[in-house]
């Protein structure tokens, strides 16, 4: 009769046992310092990846540089001698132009955002060893270079056309920097809606902010507007913007108008972030 035995197998037999599995080793944590340059790293090559798509792609072009140009040309070529025949609405109407073109050019990443969540491109990146939130992350500093430098060519012409800011070197580094807080704002704003839009939802984003600084004190002064419709543009995010931006590059005090911006934008700031992170967690993580 033949026996059975663990260690040796069938009674016998001189082949042993298969020796168990050996375990599998747990992989050393990553130090801190190691982990946040990565993520770094990982934010740069997101950064890059979307300057390269601004720079390949015509639309996006356009949108950046073309669009505000020839917006500002239109207020003031076109239409500011009609307004203020002696010249000087230029001088009015230009940070009202930097405003809406900067939230109709951080709005585009709406778009970009959801492409990358239904082309398949977060899946993809979902499967390689990378700081997951970079991709968010590089949508939003490459949109505050983007639009930033779509500035340029603005306040340029605008000079050229008679523009004179009386904002000194500090007055001019405080709009610089309110200019990218506008920026960081709505673009995170818009990376939230790309999360939860398709892109061709996603696309009509940039009309809002298209539409809303002409309901504001951005082109002419809320006083002249129909009395049914000055209680709205007083009140919008865009006046208060509009105006601390002017303040700012004319070198006049700001007043209560940049503390109501500032809320404003730290508002929008936080709950899109918030908005943004938890939806890309939850979108990634299904």
Not at 87 to 104: H, N, Q, S
């Amino acid at each position: 009769m033949t026996t059975y035995s663990p260690a040796l197998g069938a009674a016998g037999s001189s082949r042993p046992a298969a020796p168990a599995p050996a375990p599998v080793p747990t992989p050393a944590p990553i130090p801190p310092a190691i982990a946040v340059g990565r993520a770094f790293g990982d934010i740069g090559a997101m950064v890059a990846r979307e300057l390269r798509r601004t720079i390949r792609s015509v639309d996006g072009l356009v949108t950046a540089f073309a669009i505000p140009v020839a917006i500002m040309l239109v207020f003031v070529v076109v239409f500011g001698g009609a307004i203020q025949s002696d010249g000087g609405y230029i001088d009015y109407v230009v940070p009202g132009v930097l405003i809406l073109c900067l939230g109709f050019g951080s709005a585009s990443t709406a778009v970009g955002v959801a492409q990358d969540m239904t082309s398949g491109t977060i899946d993809r990146f979902k499967t390689l060893p990378m700081f997951g939130p970079a991709v968010l992350f590089g949508h939003v500093i490459a949109s505050v270079l983007r639009n930033l430098a779509s500035c340029v060519p603005v306040v340029g012409i605008a000079l050229l056309l008679g523009y004179r800011p009386a904002a000194d070197a500090l007055g001019w580094v405080a709009a610089v920097g309110f200019a990218a807080l506008v920026i960081v704002a709505f673009t995170w704003l818009a990376c939230a809606a790309g999360l939860f839009l398709s892109v061709d939802a996603a696309a009509s984003i940039s009309f809002v902010f298209l539409f809303l600084p002409y309901v504001s004190s951005g082109f002419v002064p809320v006083d002249t507007m129909p009395e049914w419709l000055r209680g709205f543009a007083e009140n919008q995010p865009f006046t208060p913007i509009i105006e601390s931006l002017r303040a700012l590059l004319s070198g006049q005090p700001v007043g209560a108008s940049l503390w109501e911006a500032l809320a404003w934008l730290v508002g929008v700031l936080v709950v899109s972030y918030l908005a943004a992170t938890l939806a890309y967690r939850r979108r990634t993580l299904s």
